[in-house]
């Protein structure tokens, strides 16, 4: 099983739809993440957390909720999105947020909103 | 704010060549930086991870250097093959003052030609 699985794989949502995104990693790391890819901008930082606590929200519009119930499992909930919002959903684990450390990825969640 | 920023944005070489993919970053208070691969639609798989106290890293026909000093790193990949053929990223790790996770370039689109 690879190191950080994401479900789904694709998402298509309509604005008023309610989802949620689901990161799961199996290093041991303490520390996870959600980025977003958009087409020709590069990987942005949207939240972190570390042993369970958000250590960083990046300037992130409400209509994103994350959630981390324990070290392993990651959750974006997501809310009354706006097409702009579709992007690669990238979730990411590391041994601890204070650098130093290599980043795993997921294979990303494919988010379409119409 | 720090950024990060890869040359070339795109690159086709016929197999068999030597290519360097160049990063550049703004802030040399790095912890650390790492290379990723991007196949399309895939998430990162992480190449190369480079200390703020390394210069270099190997992997395979892949080296990695860092020089904090000139805020570069370098991506050396030997006897390219049509397999190398993805995005190539370059992320740095920003502790302090900023969010504690990766600042990503735009990457690198490789294309190897058989």
């Known amino acids: 099983e690879t190191g950080v699985t994401q479900t789904p794989r694709h998402l298509v949502m309509g604005m008023t739809n309610k989802k949620s995104l689901k990161c799961e990693q199996h290093?041991?790391?303490?520390?996870m993440y959600w980025y977003k890819q958009s087409a020709k901008k590069p990987l942005e930082l949207m939240f972190v957390?570390?042993?369970?606590?958000?250590?960083e929200n990046n300037s992130v519009p409400s209509r994103f909720s994350p959630e981390c119930p324990n070290s392993s499992h990651l959750f974006l909930h997501l809310h009354t999105l706006q097409p702009e919002d579709s992007a690669l959903y990238l979730c990411?684990?590391?041994?601890?947020?204070?650098?130093?450390?290599?980043?795993?990825f997921g294979q990303g969640t494919r988010l379409t909103v119409v | 704010k720090q950024e990060v920023t890869q040359i070339p944005a795109a690159l086709s070489v016929p197999e068999g060549e030597n290519l360097v993919l160049n990063c550049s970053f703004t802030?040399?208070?790095?912890?650390?930086l790492q290379w990723f691969r991007q196949d399309p639609g895939k998430g990162l798989t992480s190449l190369l991870l480079?200390?703020?106290?390394?210069r270099e890293q190997t992997s395979g026909r892949l080296n990695a250097s860092l020089d904090k000093s000139s805020g570069r790193s370098t991506l050396y990949i030997a006897a390219s093959q049509p397999g190398d053929s993805a995005t190539y990223l370059c992320?740095?790790?920003?502790?302090?003052?900023?969010?504690?996770?990766?600042?990503f370039g735009k990457g690198t689109h490789l294309i190897i030609q058989p």
């Open positions: 990411a684990s590391s041994q601890d947020v204070r650098g130093g450390t290599e980043a795993f």
């Open positions: 290093l041991g790391h303490n520390a």
């Open positions: 957390y570390n042993f369970k606590e958000q250590t």
């Open positions: 802030d040399s208070a790095i912890y650390n």
């Open positions: 480079i200390q703020s106290s390394q």
């Open positions: 992320a740095g790790w920003y502790s302090g003052g900023g969010a504690d996770g990766l600042t």
